[in-house]
Protein backbone atom coordinates (compact mmCIF):
# COMPACT_ATOMS: atom_id res chain seq x y z
CA UNK A 1 0.00 0.00 0.00
CA UNK A 2 1.48 3.26 -1.18
CA UNK A 3 -0.21 5.05 2.28
CA UNK A 4 1.77 3.77 5.46
CA UNK A 5 0.64 5.24 8.27
CA UNK A 6 -0.55 8.76 9.57
CA UNK A 7 2.98 10.72 10.37
CA UNK A 8 1.57 13.46 11.68
CA UNK A 9 -0.72 15.81 12.84
CA UNK A 10 0.17 19.78 12.94
CA UNK A 11 -2.10 22.06 15.20
CA UNK A 12 -0.63 25.85 14.27
CA UNK A 13 -0.22 27.53 17.84
CA UNK A 14 0.74 31.27 18.98
CA UNK A 15 2.71 29.99 22.27
CA UNK A 16 3.77 26.24 22.10
CA UNK A 17 4.59 26.50 25.94
CA UNK A 18 0.92 28.04 27.21
CA UNK A 19 -0.22 24.68 25.17
CA UNK A 20 1.70 22.14 26.81
CA UNK A 21 -0.66 22.18 29.88
CA UNK A 22 -3.32 20.09 27.94
CA UNK A 23 -1.10 17.65 25.75
CA UNK A 24 1.83 17.23 28.27
CA UNK A 25 0.91 17.63 31.72
CA UNK A 26 -2.84 16.41 31.15
CA UNK A 27 -3.04 14.31 28.46
CA UNK A 28 0.18 13.18 29.26
CA UNK A 29 2.35 13.23 25.61
CA UNK A 30 5.87 14.37 26.07
CA UNK A 31 7.83 16.79 23.60
CA UNK A 32 10.56 14.83 22.22
CA UNK A 33 12.27 17.23 20.52
CA UNK A 34 11.90 21.11 19.49
CA UNK A 35 13.08 22.05 16.05
CA UNK A 36 13.25 25.74 13.79
CA UNK A 37 12.34 24.95 10.69
CA UNK A 38 13.77 28.12 8.88
CA UNK A 39 12.35 27.83 5.63
CA UNK A 40 8.69 27.85 7.17
CA UNK A 41 8.91 30.56 9.96
CA UNK A 42 7.97 28.39 12.44
CA UNK A 43 9.09 26.06 15.40
CA UNK A 44 7.88 22.94 15.98
CA UNK A 45 6.97 20.54 18.94
CA UNK A 46 7.10 16.91 18.26
CA UNK A 47 5.16 14.44 20.84
CA UNK A 48 5.19 10.88 19.84
CA UNK A 49 1.45 9.26 20.07
CA UNK A 50 1.93 5.20 19.03
CA UNK A 51 3.31 5.56 15.35
CA UNK A 52 2.33 8.95 14.54
CA UNK A 53 3.15 12.14 16.14
CA UNK A 54 1.17 15.21 17.06
CA UNK A 55 3.10 18.05 16.65
CA UNK A 56 2.42 21.79 17.64
CA UNK A 57 3.62 24.79 15.53
CA UNK A 58 4.48 28.05 16.29
CA UNK A 59 5.02 30.62 13.71
CA UNK A 60 8.44 32.46 14.71
CA UNK A 61 7.38 35.51 11.82
CA UNK A 62 3.66 37.38 10.74
CA UNK A 63 4.39 36.92 7.71
CA UNK A 64 4.77 33.02 7.00
CA UNK A 65 1.50 31.57 6.21
CA UNK A 66 1.35 29.67 9.28
CA UNK A 67 1.26 33.34 10.70
CA UNK A 68 -1.07 34.52 8.57
CA UNK A 69 -3.38 31.23 8.62
CA UNK A 70 -3.44 31.63 12.60
CA UNK A 71 -4.58 34.83 12.28
CA UNK A 72 -7.13 34.54 10.35
CA UNK A 73 -8.65 31.35 11.76
CA UNK A 74 -7.02 30.93 15.36
CA UNK A 75 -5.20 28.16 16.50
CA UNK A 76 -6.24 24.39 16.04
CA UNK A 77 -5.93 21.60 13.27
CA UNK A 78 -3.73 23.00 10.26
CA UNK A 79 -2.60 19.68 8.62
CA UNK A 80 -2.39 16.05 8.07
CA UNK A 81 0.72 14.43 6.82
CA UNK A 82 0.65 10.80 5.46
CA UNK A 83 3.93 8.95 5.26
CA UNK A 84 4.13 7.04 1.57
CA UNK A 85 6.12 4.50 0.75
CA UNK A 86 7.43 6.09 -2.74
CA UNK A 87 6.67 10.42 -2.49
CA UNK A 88 7.49 10.30 -6.85
CA UNK A 89 5.51 7.68 -7.49
CA UNK A 90 2.62 9.08 -5.33
CA UNK A 91 2.66 12.89 -6.93
CA UNK A 92 2.42 11.38 -10.08
CA UNK A 93 -0.70 9.38 -9.79
CA UNK A 94 -2.32 12.47 -8.22
CA UNK A 95 -1.06 14.71 -10.97
CA UNK A 96 -2.53 12.24 -13.54
CA UNK A 97 -5.87 12.18 -11.74
CA UNK A 98 -5.76 15.71 -11.71
CA UNK A 99 -5.62 16.36 -7.80
CA UNK A 100 -4.07 20.08 -7.04
CA UNK A 101 -0.60 20.00 -5.70
CA UNK A 102 0.67 23.00 -3.86
CA UNK A 103 4.40 20.79 -4.02
CA UNK A 104 4.85 19.29 -7.82
CA UNK A 105 8.15 17.97 -6.99
CA UNK A 106 8.98 17.04 -3.07
CA UNK A 107 10.71 19.81 -1.15
CA UNK A 108 12.66 19.70 2.08
CA UNK A 109 10.11 19.35 5.40
CA UNK A 110 10.75 18.40 9.12
CA UNK A 111 14.13 16.67 9.85
CA UNK A 112 15.56 16.96 6.05
CA UNK A 113 12.65 14.57 5.34
CA UNK A 114 11.42 15.21 1.84
CA UNK A 115 7.45 16.18 1.44
CA UNK A 116 5.07 17.46 -0.44
CA UNK A 117 1.47 19.78 -0.02
CA UNK A 118 -1.62 18.74 -1.90
CA UNK A 119 -3.97 21.72 -2.25
CA UNK A 120 -7.12 21.24 0.28
CA UNK A 121 -9.56 22.11 -2.67
CA UNK A 122 -8.52 18.65 -3.80
CA UNK A 123 -8.36 16.84 -0.72
CA UNK A 124 -11.91 17.52 1.13
CA UNK A 125 -10.79 20.96 2.22
CA UNK A 126 -8.05 19.46 4.19
CA UNK A 127 -4.40 20.52 3.78
CA UNK A 128 -2.46 17.18 3.24
CA UNK A 129 1.07 16.77 3.78
CA UNK A 130 2.85 13.50 2.15
CA UNK A 131 6.41 13.04 3.49
CA UNK A 132 8.77 9.87 2.01
CA UNK A 133 8.80 6.89 4.09
CA UNK A 134 12.62 6.06 5.92
CA UNK B 1 1.26 5.30 28.36
CA UNK B 2 -2.05 6.44 28.36
CA UNK B 3 -2.44 7.46 24.96
CA UNK B 4 -2.05 4.71 22.84
CA UNK B 5 -2.05 5.89 19.30
CA UNK B 6 -4.18 8.22 16.69
CA UNK B 7 -7.28 6.18 16.43
CA UNK B 8 -8.74 8.38 14.07
CA UNK B 9 -9.10 11.88 11.87
CA UNK B 10 -12.19 13.23 11.29
CA UNK B 11 -13.65 14.82 7.87
CA UNK B 12 -16.80 16.14 7.72
CA UNK B 13 -18.02 16.59 3.79
CA UNK B 14 -21.18 16.81 2.48
CA UNK B 15 -21.26 14.06 0.20
CA UNK B 16 -18.85 11.14 0.87
CA UNK B 17 -19.02 9.66 -2.73
CA UNK B 18 -18.08 12.93 -4.08
CA UNK B 19 -15.16 13.01 -2.24
CA UNK B 20 -13.78 9.39 -2.76
CA UNK B 21 -11.80 10.45 -6.16
CA UNK B 22 -9.41 11.80 -4.28
CA UNK B 23 -9.06 9.35 -0.52
CA UNK B 24 -9.55 6.36 -3.09
CA UNK B 25 -8.91 6.53 -6.50
CA UNK B 26 -6.14 8.86 -6.51
CA UNK B 27 -4.54 8.66 -2.68
CA UNK B 28 -5.28 4.79 -2.53
CA UNK B 29 -6.96 4.27 0.33
CA UNK B 30 -10.02 1.73 0.68
CA UNK B 31 -13.56 2.68 2.38
CA UNK B 32 -13.55 -0.66 4.51
CA UNK B 33 -16.91 -0.02 5.67
CA UNK B 34 -19.75 2.59 6.41
CA UNK B 35 -21.68 3.02 9.47
CA UNK B 36 -25.04 5.23 9.64
CA UNK B 37 -24.53 7.29 13.59
CA UNK B 38 -28.11 7.69 14.25
CA UNK B 39 -27.05 9.39 17.74
CA UNK B 40 -24.55 11.65 16.07
CA UNK B 41 -27.13 12.38 12.63
CA UNK B 42 -23.50 10.95 10.33
CA UNK B 43 -23.02 8.59 8.01
CA UNK B 44 -19.19 7.53 8.36
CA UNK B 45 -16.81 5.89 5.69
CA UNK B 46 -14.32 4.51 7.55
CA UNK B 47 -10.52 4.20 5.71
CA UNK B 48 -7.65 2.26 7.62
CA UNK B 49 -4.22 3.83 6.95
CA UNK B 50 -1.45 1.77 9.60
CA UNK B 51 -2.62 1.78 12.46
CA UNK B 52 -5.41 4.87 12.61
CA UNK B 53 -8.12 5.71 10.11
CA UNK B 54 -9.32 8.39 8.36
CA UNK B 55 -13.13 8.79 8.59
CA UNK B 56 -15.22 10.72 6.21
CA UNK B 57 -18.44 11.91 7.96
CA UNK B 58 -21.27 13.16 6.07
CA UNK B 59 -24.02 15.18 7.79
CA UNK B 60 -27.54 13.20 7.99
CA UNK B 61 -29.94 15.92 9.04
CA UNK B 62 -29.24 19.90 9.03
CA UNK B 63 -29.98 20.29 13.01
CA UNK B 64 -26.85 18.08 13.82
CA UNK B 65 -23.52 19.86 15.18
CA UNK B 66 -21.95 18.36 12.83
CA UNK B 67 -24.13 20.18 10.03
CA UNK B 68 -23.84 23.13 11.57
CA UNK B 69 -20.09 23.10 11.22
CA UNK B 70 -20.30 22.20 8.11
CA UNK B 71 -22.19 25.15 7.37
CA UNK B 72 -20.33 27.83 9.10
CA UNK B 73 -16.89 26.62 8.21
CA UNK B 74 -17.29 24.22 5.38
CA UNK B 75 -15.51 20.85 4.48
CA UNK B 76 -12.12 20.05 6.48
CA UNK B 77 -10.49 18.61 9.22
CA UNK B 78 -13.38 18.40 12.37
CA UNK B 79 -11.71 16.16 14.96
CA UNK B 80 -8.55 13.88 15.85
CA UNK B 81 -9.80 10.89 17.90
CA UNK B 82 -6.50 9.21 20.71
CA UNK B 83 -7.22 5.91 21.63
CA UNK B 84 -6.71 5.49 25.72
CA UNK B 85 -5.78 2.62 27.52
CA UNK B 86 -8.18 3.50 30.31
CA UNK B 87 -10.73 6.29 29.00
CA UNK B 88 -12.28 6.74 32.71
CA UNK B 89 -8.41 7.34 34.02
CA UNK B 90 -8.05 9.91 31.42
CA UNK B 91 -11.03 11.85 32.27
CA UNK B 92 -10.01 11.84 35.64
CA UNK B 93 -6.96 12.78 35.22
CA UNK B 94 -8.27 15.98 32.80
CA UNK B 95 -10.96 17.29 35.19
CA UNK B 96 -8.35 17.19 38.09
CA UNK B 97 -6.24 19.43 35.75
CA UNK B 98 -9.32 21.75 34.40
CA UNK B 99 -9.68 21.07 31.30
CA UNK B 100 -12.72 21.52 30.08
CA UNK B 101 -14.74 18.39 28.81
CA UNK B 102 -17.65 18.27 26.48
CA UNK B 103 -18.21 14.61 27.73
CA UNK B 104 -17.71 14.06 31.79
CA UNK B 105 -18.37 10.30 31.29
CA UNK B 106 -17.84 8.00 28.24
CA UNK B 107 -20.85 7.88 25.42
CA UNK B 108 -20.95 5.92 22.72
CA UNK B 109 -19.59 6.08 19.53
CA UNK B 110 -18.94 4.81 16.10
CA UNK B 111 -19.16 0.59 16.46
CA UNK B 112 -20.41 1.01 20.03
CA UNK B 113 -17.02 2.35 21.51
CA UNK B 114 -16.55 4.30 24.78
CA UNK B 115 -15.52 7.89 23.95
CA UNK B 116 -15.48 11.29 25.50
CA UNK B 117 -14.84 14.80 23.92
CA UNK B 118 -12.42 17.29 25.09
CA UNK B 119 -13.99 20.85 24.43
CA UNK B 120 -11.54 23.01 21.76
CA UNK B 121 -11.33 25.92 24.73
CA UNK B 122 -8.64 23.23 26.82
CA UNK B 123 -7.01 21.83 23.59
CA UNK B 124 -5.33 24.42 21.60
CA UNK B 125 -8.32 24.76 19.19
CA UNK B 126 -8.52 21.20 18.41
CA UNK B 127 -11.62 19.09 19.24
CA UNK B 128 -10.42 16.20 20.85
CA UNK B 129 -12.16 12.46 20.76
CA UNK B 130 -10.81 10.23 23.48
CA UNK B 131 -11.67 6.10 22.64
CA UNK B 132 -11.15 3.34 24.93
CA UNK B 133 -8.83 0.65 23.62
CA UNK B 134 -10.06 -2.56 23.15
Known amino acids: MPVL ?3 HIAIVVPD ?3 ELDFWQAALGLTVEHR ?20 ELVQPTTETSGMAKYLAK ?11 V ?3 EEVLTRLKAKGIRLINEEPVVGVGGSRVAFVHP ?7 VELVQSG
Chains 1, 2 share one sequence.
Open 5 to 7: NVH
Open 16 to 18: IDH
Open 35 to 54: EEVPEQETVVAIMPVGGSEV
Open 73 to 83: RGQGLHHVCFE
Open 85 to 87: DDI
Open 121 to 127: KSASGVL
